[in-house]
């Protein structure tokens, strides 16, 4: 376990599309002193505020993680924050010029991969874990479970269970942070072709397409409705008899959308505000119950 806090060794600034708004959004991540923590700054607005990077600050969790002040909101923040977390970067200001974070193609690998090209520095303080000397419990509505129990070091196993006869029942492990670039960070965000239209109407997904998200077609359409769907997405008609993956870019490990649940979880976790020492086992968690569990850590601390 790292000793003392550590920031990035220099800024880099990375680029795409938001998944929710469809706008192109610039974010560049800075180093930042002992005891700032993870923060982003809205250069975009008046006075370029700026929002601590806390559980009790998220306000909004469909389909991501959303910062809320008064004046404004931060939103899909969970990728690059898992990044953060599994680097070990404790001090970090996120300068954001639009209201959600970049999407990239829907995981964590390019946040990674640039915080692994730039480096990060030990800093000359010590860093504050929280070390779990009880089990902290959630549960849901819906039959979700989130627990963190004592260990010596942090690790993570996660279950999924959708009722999909495509995805079926997974599990997804993590027992060393160290080995998140290779075996989570690339891991994408996923989304069934029956929540598509309902999330449309929201007004969410404007900016999503094949290129960030897995895309699950395990419920027959006609074929006009298949093809409206994928004029929407925007890519070419396809038979609408044929179920699966819709995407060209085949799955990168047979649970990779479980992997990803798995790097939302740390995401979230990311909140709590300080490294953590113990267990987490997450059953069909998302990120209002990933909330909840943050939430109840921050209590106990």
Same mark, same amino acid.
């Given at each position: 376990?790292? %000793?003392?806090?550590?920031?990035?060794?220099? *800024?880099?600034?990375?680029? *795409?599309?938001?998944?929710?708004?469809?706008?192109?959004?610039? !974010?560049?991540?800075?180093?930042?002193?002992?005891?700032?923590?993870?923060?982003?700054?809205?250069?975009?607005?008046?006075?370029?505020?700026?929002?601590?990077?806390?559980?009790?600050?998220?306000?909004?969790?469909?389909?991501?993680?959303?910062?809320?002040?008064?004046?404004?909101?931060?939103?899909?923040?969970?990728?690059?924050?898992?990044?953060?977390?599994? !680097?070990?970067?404790?001090?970090?200001?996120?300068?954001?010029?639009?209201?959600?974070?970049?999407?990239?193609?829907?995981?964590?690998?390019?946040?990674?991969?640039?915080?692994?090209?730039?480096?990060?520095?030990?800093?000359?303080?010590?860093?504050?874990?929280?070390?779990?000397?009880?089990?902290?419990?959630?549960?849901?509505?819906?039959?979700?479970?989130? %627990?963190?129990?004592? !260990?010596?070091?942090?690790?993570?196993?996660?279950?999924?269970?959708?009722?999909?006869?495509?995805?079926?029942?997974?599990? !997804?492990?993590?027992?060393?942070?160290?080995?998140?670039?290779?075996?989570?960070?690339?891991?994408?965000?996923?989304?069934?072709?029956?929540?598509?239209?309902?999330?449309?109407?929201?007004?969410?997904?404007?900016?999503?397409?094949?290129?960030?998200?897995?895309?699950?077609?395990?419920?027959?359409?006609?074929?006009?409705?298949?093809?409206?769907?994928?004029?929407?997405?925007?890519? *070419?008609?396809?038979?609408? %008899?044929?179920?699966?993956?819709?995407?060209?870019?085949?799955?990168?490990?047979?649970?990779?959308?479980?992997?990803?649940?798995?790097?939302?979880?740390?995401?979230?976790?990311?909140?709590?505000?300080?490294?953590?020492?113990?267990?987490?086992?997450?059953?069909?968690?998302?990120?209002?119950?990933?909330?909840?569990?943050?939430?109840?850590?921050?209590?106990?601390?």
């Amino acid at each position: 376990m790292m %000793k003392k806090q550590h920031t990035l060794k220099q *800024s880099f600034t990375l680029s *795409s599309k938001g998944l929710h708004t469809g706008l192109h959004i610039t !974010a560049t991540f800075c180093p930042a002193p002992v005891g700032h923590g993870l923060k982003i700054q809205r250069v975009d607005l008046e006075n370029h505020p700026t929002l601590d990077c806390d559980a009790r600050l998220v306000g909004e969790t469909q389909r991501g993680t959303v910062l809320v002040s008064e004046n404004m909101k931060i939103s899909t923040i969970e990728h690059a924050m898992a990044a953060l977390l599994a !680097a070990g970067v404790d001090n970090c200001l996120v300068q954001l010029d639009g209201p959600e974070m970049p999407i990239m193609d829907g995981s964590a690998y390019y946040w990674t991969k640039a915080i692994s090209q730039v480096g990060i520095v030990e800093q000359d303080a010590a860093r504050d874990y929280f070390k779990i000397d009880k089990t902290i419990e959630v549960e849901g509505q819906h039959g979700e479970r989130m %627990k963190i129990e004592p !260990a010596d070091h942090f690790c993570i196993e996660v279950t999924t269970d959708f009722g999909s006869s495509i995805l079926g029942r997974q599990t !997804a492990v993590l027992d060393n942070l160290a080995d998140f670039p290779a075996e989570v960070s690339s891991a994408r965000t996923f989304v069934f072709v029956r929540e598509i239209e309902p999330l449309l109407q929201m007004g969410l997904i404007k900016g999503g397409d094949l290129g960030n998200a897995i895309v699950i077609y395990e419920v027959e359409l006609s074929q006009e409705r298949f093809d409206a769907l994928t004029d929407k997405l925007g890519v *070419s008609h396809m038979d609408a %008899k044929q179920l699966g993956y819709l995407n060209p870019k085949p799955l990168t490990w047979e649970n990779e959308t479980t992997r990803h649940k798995l790097l939302d979880v740390l995401g979230d976790l990311a909140l709590v505000g300080r490294p953590l020492i113990g267990k987490v086992t997450a059953y069909k968690p998302g990120h209002a119950i990933n909330n909840m569990f943050a939430r109840a850590i921050m209590q106990c601390i």
